[in-house]
């Protein structure tokens, strides 16, 4: 096959409201700075669709992590149970909040953290259980929570892949304590850089408007609840630009068709290589009963190491963005430094070497599906003849 297209990995969404509202910002509610009229409008949307007792932008689902690390109220030596097969930001949160990580190992099925192997890897200086819903397919949530209150302890989703994801009927990010999301550009909803932070538990949220407005308790001021804002405590700006939200707020509007559309693409991708998968020639993400996936990414696994490098590159010469994703954490230096693997690294290593993304994101056209499927199809077949 000649290369005679290009896909690529991902394109930003974009639903054509954008720079309305954006235009809007500036040159009619002459506002830019955060904490305007769409920053409040996608908080109030996000709360209502979620269910939430309280949820607030920020400039990254990087820094809702760091809010929620401090919202955790860490010392020194406190330790964070969390995956290795996961994106850096999850685990420097709560470095940066002082706490030992302690890394387990991940079920093969979802590449979800594996929820039998929390309990053993508990200690008395455990302080915070930190699921991560890979792909927005959802953790075993209900087991957590029980480990989590059984022990006393809080509970962190990092549902930056999961927004508009469910388990149960719930949206995750509003199961644990505190819920934080991503609108990167790569994510299913994109404000370019941004974020948010979902506060499950009302005891943690004015301190959560403190810490987000460089310590100040500028948000009481503004609702008339004091006279005058003073510094009150320890934060930072993690106030995304009015510009961001407006960008968002956008694509907010037209939330249900994004999810229909990428549902669809990752329904076609999985019907396309169940024949392939039936003849033991890769494998398919699964979506355990009750979840209720956002088709934030299509995954397909390889043999192994060797045979996902081999298979990546056949694409890239054929114009198709393939990529694989996280190397464990545990294994790198900051890793090694900041944390320890508990238990065997039994599904970890071994199957995020298998993992290969392929290209997904909203309106993607049939003719770069379908090439798409046949570039991956004749990899595969010409393999199983060799």
């Known amino acids: 096959m000649s290369c005679n297209r290009t896909v690529p990995f991902n394109i930003p969404p974009c639903v054509g409201d954008e720079i309305q509202f954006v235009q809007q910002a500036v040159e009619v509610n002459h506002k830019i700075a955060g904490d305007g009229l769409f920053t ?4 109030e949307w996000l709360e209502s669709r979620f269910n939430s007792n309280k949820i607030l932008l920020t ?36 470095v940066l909040a002082g706490a030992k990580l302690v890394f387990v190992d991940i079920r093969p099925d979802t590449m979800n953290i594996d929820e039998t192997k929390i309990e053993s890897a508990i200690t008395e200086r455990t302080r915070v259980i930190v699921p991560v819903h890979y792909a927005g397919v959802a953790c075993e949530m209900d087991t957590i929570m029980d480990i989590a209150r059984r022990h006393n302890l809080l509970v962190v989703e990092d549902a930056a892949q999961a927004v508009i994801a469910t388990y149960k009927g719930r949206a995750l990010g509003t199961i644990g304590d505190f819920g934080c999301y991503s609108f990167h550009e790569t994510k299913n909803y994109s404000m370019g850089e941004g974020g948010a932070i979902s506060i499950n538990n009302s005891a943690y949220c004015d301190r959560a408007e403190i810490i987000r ?68 020639l890769l494998e398919l993400p699964r979506v355990p009963k009750g979840c209720e996936h956002n ?29 694989f994703h996280y190397v464990p954490l545990h294994s790198a230096p900051a890793g090694e430094r900041f944390g320890r693997f508990s238990g065997e690294d039994e599904h ?39």
């Not at 809702?64 to 850096?88: H, Q």
């Not at 500028?218 to 993690?238: E, I, L, M, P, T």
């Not at 199957?351 to 499927?373: A, T």
């Open 40 to 43: 409040k409008k996608c908080n």
């Open 59 to 94: 400039t990254s689902g990087t820094s809702a992590l760091e809010m929620a690390a401090i919202l955790c109220d860490l010392k020194p030596g406190d330790e964070v149970i969390l995956p290795s097969f996961t994106f850096t930001s999850t685990a420097t949160a709560f």
């Open 213 to 280: 407005e460089k310590g100040t308790n500028r948000a009481q001021f503004f609702r008339g609840q004091v006279a005058k804002y003073n510094w009150v405590d320890f934060g930072s700006s993690y106030l995304p630009s009015e510009l961001n939200a407006a960008y968002l707020w956008a694509q907010l509007q037209h939330a249900d068709e994004i999810n229909e559309n990428r549902l669809a693409t990752w329904r076609a991708y999985y019907a396309a290589f169940e024949p392939l998968a039936e003849k033991g």
């Open 295 to 323: 088709a934030h990414m299509f995954y397909i696994k390889l043999r192994d190491l060797e045979a996902r490098t081999s298979f990546i590159t056949f694409m890239k010469e054929h114009g198709v963005g393939c990529v």
């Open 348 to 386: 970890t290593t071994p199957d995020s070497d298998r993992l290969v993304r392929l290209p997904m994101y909203y309106g993607m056209s049939l003719e770069d599906f379908e090439y798409v499927v046949s570039c991956a199809t004749e990899y595969f077949l010409k393999k199983a003849r060799a």
